[in-house]
C-alpha cells in the first residue's frame, strides 16, 4: 500500500500470470433476467419489522455452466431485496460468515450513526484476529484475492486511521433504520474501510426499496410490472470466478495496470440482477423499472433501440415532482433513476434493447425486452408526482467547497478531497441538524460524489441549471473533468459522524473519502 503507484505495480505482479484466461461468454439475451428475492421479516412486532441477514460464500450460476463463488447477503447475488414502508422502522441484524470483515451501508438511508455502516464500524467474522495497527499491507485492490492478508488494512494513498479509530462487532451486529424518509428506491452494499470495491465486485449489494402512502395512490405500474434492475459490470476468470481487478487493458480502454486504477475497474460483461446480458419478457403495457448503476466505476448513458422514449419518475432518493420524458439517462455509479416505458408503442414479437451508449460492441448492450403478447393495462402517467419544494440559494446558511482531486504525495498520487487523503480523525464540515447548505464540488475528473445521511438537489453545474432527470432528491452527482457542481443539501435526522466520498469504488477504497460532522 501507501501510494497509488505502489498498489498498482503490486497489482501487476500478483495477477500478471492469469491475464490469458478468459471464459466463455454468453451471447447476448440468451438468459432470462431474474428478479432478486424479497426478504422475509423473520418478526413483525409493535410496528417494526425484523430482518436477519447472513453473508456468506456461495456458488452461482453466472456463465451458463460455470460455476462463480460469490461473496453475497443470504449467498445471493444481488442481495434479498427489502421492501420497507416509509415511518415503520425496519431492524437487520447482519452475521457475518465471510472470511472477511464487512460494513454494511444503506445507500440513500436516512439512519443514525452507529448504523450507518462506517468504513471502520466492521463486523469480524468468526476466528479473525483484528489487529488495530494494521497498516499498509498488500490488501485492497492489489491483493490476489481482490483482499489482502488477515488485517492488512489502510496504508492506500496515504489514509490516516488511529488504532481508535475501529469498532468492532463479533460475528453479527444489528442495523438501525428508522425509515423516515419517503418512498425510494434505495440499496445496499459493503463499505469496509479499504475494501469496499472487492467486496462489492464480489456480490455484495441489493435493492433496499421505501415505499410511501403518496406513492402508493399514484397509478403507477405496479406488482410484477415494478422491476428492480440492478446493472454493473464484471469479468471473469475461465473457471468462472470474478475476475478483480480486471487488468487487462482492454477492459480499461486504456492501456496499463494503472489505470485501472485511476479509472477503476471496469469488466467485459454487463450483468443485469447478476444476468450476464439478459432478456426479459413484456407484456405490451407500460413498466415501472428501477434502474440502479452498481459497477465499481462504469459509467452508463441509456437508451432504448429502436429508439423510443422514456419517462422517469423518480431519482436517487425519490418521485420526481412531474415525469420527465427523456430519450436517454446518463447513471454515474450509485446513482438511481426510475423509469415507466411503455411496451404499447411495439406489437407481440417486437424486442426492444436497453443499449449503454458511451460503449461499442458488446459493452453496448445492456438488457433486451421482448414484447410478448397483449395485455390491460391499469396503470397511467399522471402529470405530477409528488409534492416537491425547489431549494433556492436564500436556504443555504453556509456554503463550503470540496475540491476532488488526484494530489502528489510523497512517493506517489493519492485521490483527494481538499487535499487530504481520508484521516478518520480528519471533519472537513461541521453543518448544523435541520439546516441547508450548499456544498460545491469540483473535481479533475469523473468523481461521483456520494453523502451520506443528507439529500440534495442539484443547483447548478457549471452555474447552468442541471438537466432535467437530475430534478429531486439526490444522494450522489456525477461531476465531471473540470466541472463545479452546486448542491443544495439538507442535513436532517441525526446528529453525529457522516461521510462524503467518491463512488468510484477504487477512487473509495484509496482514500476519496472525508468526514462530516452533524452538530
Ligand atoms: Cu453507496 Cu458510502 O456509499
Ligand atoms: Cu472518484
Known amino acids: 500500500g501507501g501510494t497509488l503507484a505502489a498498489t498498482a505495480s503490486g497489482g501487476r505482479e500478483v495477477s500478471g500470470g492469469r491475464l490469458a484466461g478468459r471464459a466463455e461468454l454468453p451471447r447476448p439475451f440468451t438468459v432470462p433476467l431474474p428478479v432478486p428475492t424479497v426478504a422475509r421479516p423473520v418478526r413483525t412486532t409493535g410496528g417494526v419489522d425484523r430482518y436477519e441477514v447472513t453473508q456468506r460464500v456461495a456458488d452461482v450460476e453466472i456463465l451458463p455452466g460455470l460455476r462463480t463463488p460469490v461473496w453475497g447477503y443470504d449467498?445471493?447475488?444481488?442481495?434479498?431485496?427489502?421492501?420497507?414502508?416509509?415511518?415503520?422502522?425496519?431492524?437487520?441484524?447482519?452475521?457475518?460468515?465471510?472470511?472477511?470483515?464487512?460494513?454494511?451501508?444503506?445507500?440513500?438511508?436516512?439512519?443514525?450513526?452507529?448504523?450507518?455502516?462506517?468504513?471502520?464500524?466492521?463486523?469480524?467474522?468468526?476466528g479473525?484476529?483484528?489487529?488495530?495497527?494494521?497498516?499498509?499491507?498488500?490488501?485492497?485492490?492489489?491483493?490476489?484475492?481482490?483482499?489482502?492478508?488477515q488485517d492488512s488494512q489502510g496504508g492506500h494513498g496515504g489514509m490516516k486511521m488511529s488504532p481508535d479509530a475501529w469498532t468492532i462487532s463479533r460475528q453479527t451486529k444489528r442495523y438501525d433504520y428508522p425509515l423516515d424518509q419517503e418512498a425510494a428506491t434505495l440499496w445496499y452494499h459493503d463499505h469496509r474501510m479499504d475494501f469496499s470495491a472487492p467486496q462489492v465486485w464480489?456480490?455484495?449489494?441489493?435493492?433496499?426499496?421505501?415505499?410511501?402512502?403518496?406513492?402508493?395512490?399514484?397509478?403507477?405500474?405496479?406488482?410484477?410490472?415494478?422491476?428492480?434492475?440492478?446493472?454493473?459490470?464484471?469479468?471473469?476468470?475461465?473457471?468462472?470466478?470474478?475476475?478483480?481487478?480486471?487488468?487487462?487493458?482492454?477492459?480499461?480502454?486504456?492501456?496499463?495496470?494503472?489505470?485501472?486504477?485511476?479509472?477503476?475497474v471496469m469488466g467485459d460483461v454487463t450483468l443485469v440482477n447478476g444476468a450476464p446480458w439478459p432478456e426479459l419478457e413484456v407484456d405490451a403495457v407500460r413498466y415501472r423499472l428501477r434502474l440502479l448503476n452498481a459497477s465499481n466505476a462504469r459509467r452508463y448513458r441509456l437508451r432504448l433501440e429502436p429508439g423510443a422514449p422514456m419517462t422517469q419518475v423518480a431519482g436517487d432518493c425519490g418521485l420526481l415532482p412531474r415525469p420527465q420524458r427523456l430519450d436517454t439517462?446518463?447513471?454515474?455509479?450509485?446513482?438511481?433513476?426510475?423509469?415507466?416505458?411503455?411496451?404499447?408503442?411495439?406489437?407481440?414479437?417486437?424486442?426492444?434493447?436497453?443499449?449503454?451508449?458511451?460503449?461499442?460492441?458488446?459493452?453496448?448492450?445492456?438488457?433486451?425486452?421482448?414484447?410478448?403478447?397483449?395485455?390491460k393495462d391499469p396503470s397511467h402517467l399522471p402529470t405530477r408526482l409528488r409534492d416537491l419544494r425547489p431549494l433556492s440559494a436564500s436556504d443555504a446558511v453556509a456554503t463550503r467547497r470540496f475540491d476532488f482531486r488526484m494530489t502528489a504525495t510523497d512517493g506517489g498520487h493519492a485521490w483527494t478531497i481538499n487535499g487530504h487523503p481520508f484521516d478518520t480523525e480528519r471533519y472537513l464540515a461541521s453543518p448544523r441538524l435541520g439546516t441547508v447548505e450548499r456544498w460545491r464540488f469540483t473535481s479533475d475528473f469523473h468523481h461521483p460524489v456520494?453523502?451520506?445521511?443528507?439529500?440534495?438537489?442539484?443547483?447548478?453545474?457549471?452555474?447552468?441549471?442541471?438537466?432535467?432527470?437530475?430534478?429531486?432528491?439526490?444522494?450522489?452527482?456525477?461531476?465531471?473533468?473540470?466541472?463545479?457542481?452546486?448542491v443544495l443539501a439538507r442535513f436532517h435526522g441525526y446528529r453525529g459522524r457522516y461521510m462524503l466520498h467518491c463512488h468510484n469504488l477504487e477512487h473509495e477504497d484509496m482514500a476519496m473519502m472525508a468526514n462530516f460532522r452533524v452538530v
Not at 453523502?451 to 429531486?472: D, I, M, S, Y
Open 329 to 375: 439517462v446518463t447513471l454515474a455509479p450509485a446513482e438511481r433513476a426510475e423509469m415507466v416505458i411503455d411496451f404499447k408503442q411495439w406489437k407481440p414479437g417486437d424486442t426492444v434493447t436497453l443499449v449503454n451508449t458511451l460503449e461499442d460492441g458488446a459493452m453496448r448492450n445492456v438488457l433486451r425486452f421482448r414484447v410478448a403478447r397483449r395485455a
Open 202 to 264: 464480489r456480490g455484495l449489494a441489493g435493492f433496499f426499496l421505501v415505499r410511501d402512502a403518496v406513492e402508493e395512490n399514484l397509478p403507477l405500474p405496479s406488482g410484477d410490472r415494478d422491476i428492480p434492475l440492478m446493472i454493473c459490470d464484471r469479468a471473469f476468470e475461465e473457471d468462472g470466478s470474478f475476475r478483480y481487478p480486471a487488468l487487462d487493458p482492454s477492459l480499461t480502454g486504456r492501456p496499463g495496470v494503472e489505470d485501472a486504477y485511476t479509472q477503476g
Open 75 to 126: 449467498g445471493l447475488f444481488p442481495g434479498p431485496t427489502f421492501v420497507g414502508r416509509s415511518g415503520r422502522k425496519v431492524l437487520v441484524t447482519v452475521r457475518n460468515e465471510l472470511p472477511v470483515p464487512t460494513s454494511t451501508h444503506l445507500h440513500g438511508g436516512v439512519t443514525p450513526p452507529d448504523s450507518d455502516g462506517y468504513p471502520t464500524d466492521i463486523v469480524i467474522p468468526e
Open 450 to 486: 456520494h453523502l451520506h445521511l443528507a439529500h440534495f438537489q442539484v443547483e447548478a453545474r457549471n452555474g447552468r441549471p442541471p438537466a432535467a432527470h437530475e430534478g429531486g432528491w439526490k444522494d450522489t452527482v456525477d461531476v465531471r473533468p473540470y466541472e463545479t457542481v452546486d
Open 128 to 149: 479473525w484476529r483484528h489487529d488495530p495497527h494494521g497498516q499498509g499491507g498488500p490488501g485492497g485492490p492489489g491483493g490476489p484475492d481482490g483482499h489482502g492478508g
